[in-house]
């Protein structure tokens, strides 16, 4: 026994002399000059900390916030939570369909194959038998789960309107995206407006694109939820029959309805008017008057995938909208308040989740769940205390590790430390907005079992330069 913990001392003793060196010339690289770095890594068998360099410091996570937010959903609601959509009749208005939403962001999304439309088919045939063609119908969107404050207050302008920022709401719809899709064969004339896949009723454009020969998309949409003008700046590729870019849907259940009330018809079903609950939202909320509306009859109920599914998505992907909703959801499933807001009710319960697992949240500055607001903040200590408290003390351990991409082989982590020691045996998230590179996770190979939080904000060199750097330093590990 002594002797097995003799060699167990020397291996941790071997490897913290040959981290410093390695943290040295990290630090010492060109491309991180005048930058602000951050790094902890800590031994998973024993907690101890292996090598540290301002680990306690405040950095901007980028997308390694979303380990933040999918870590307290799984551990809040379990791998197999699902959300469900439910269609019903009005109990005060027998002609009126309930769409009620329940914040599924997966509803019509592209991020598991398939017919992305096909359950507006299957909901249109379930209601056919029961909805009578001779009689006029309603349809009503119940989409005011999360309130309509769908993005960040802290979002910037530059974001806003971008697929990238789509608000999350208590109705969302083919990833809550949409393409712009134009004709860039006239070279001597802006690009061509064609059509958006979805048609979305009223969707306006001030088109300032230019062309570029270089074959990059440096187009960009921008705007406002709920407001049908969009601008749409930069430059894309000439020469082209069909070339598209991805913008924000302004109001997901209005399009839902539109769309759903369309595949009602071809069922025979005489849909005479779609709304929203957004049109009585604030009314409602100012007057504490009850929902206007009462369910009755349950016609179909539509479930998600399990959350297990939606947390490796979100994170091997690094989807923004999945993030935003699931930060909403613990939110809304800690209070019922209609009038609070989700998203400050997610974050307030994150703070309060993490410091009663004696995770330090001090450092933890939450605007959002997905770490797009520049205004988000945390630790690299923090970071790494919410990964080993995942892997060592929660029950859902291998759920949340396998939600994490593998090093050099998928999702945003497909180049990094491919074709070396480690491909395969780093799940990490990645994150990385302007200035900000950082990764955080897992390293297991065999006995070498460690969280490591790596984060470089205000670089100045290539960001290749910094992805190489931080990769070298996790070589030495």
Known sequence: ???????????????????????????????????????????????????????????????????????????????????????????????????????????????????????????????????????????????????????????????????????????????????????????????????????????????SLSLNSSGSDNGYIFGVPFSNERIVRGDIPAGRNSFSIKGDIPDPGQLLGDVFADYLRREGINVESVQTARTDYISRICSRTAEPYSAGEVLHEHLSRPLSDIIRET??????????????????????NMSSDALKEGIDYVTRFWKSKNVDPEALNMEDGCGLAPQDAVSPDFLTGLLSYMYTKSSYKDTFFDSLPKAGEEGTLTYFLDKTKYQGKIHAKSGSIGGVQCYAGYLIDGNKKYAFSIMVNKFNGARSEVRSAIEKFLLSL
């Open 315 to 336: 994170n091997v992907e690094s989807n923004n909208h999945y993030a935003e909703h699931l930060i909403r959801t613990v939110g809304r499933n800690r209070s019922l």
């Open 1 to 207: 026994m002594k002797r097995i913990y003799f060699l167990f001392l020397s291996f941790f003793f071997i490897t913290l002399v040959n981290a410093q060196p390695a943290l040295h010339q990290l630090l010492n690289n060109p491309a991180l000059k005048h930058a602000s770095v951050g790094v902890h890594v800590v031994n998973l068998n024993t907690g101890r900390t292996v090598v540290s360099h301002d680990a306690e410091k405040s950095l901007t996570p980028a997308s390694t916030m979303k380990l933040v937010t999918t870590a307290t959903a799984l551990e809040l609601l379990g791998p197999d939570f699902r959300y469900k959509t439910i269609l019903a009749l009005d109990a005060d208005m027998p002609k009126r369909i309930l769409v009620i939403g329940s914040g599924d962001p997966t509803l019509g999304s592209e991020a598991f194959g398939g017919n992305p439309k096909q359950f507006l088919s299957d909901w249109a045939v379930k209601l056919a038998s029961r909805c009578a063609a001779k009689d006029v119908w309603q349809l009503y969107v119940v989409d005011n789960l999360f309130g309509y404050d769908g993005i960040s207050p802290e979002w910037t302008w530059i974001d806003m309107g971008n697929y990238y920022a789509a608000g999350a709401y208590g109705i969302s719809v083919f990833d809550n995206t949409y393409r712009l899709y134009f004709d860039t064969t006239d070279r001597n004339s802006c690009p061509k407006i064609l059509r958006t896949d979805p048609e979305i009723k009223g969707l306006t454009f001030a088109n």
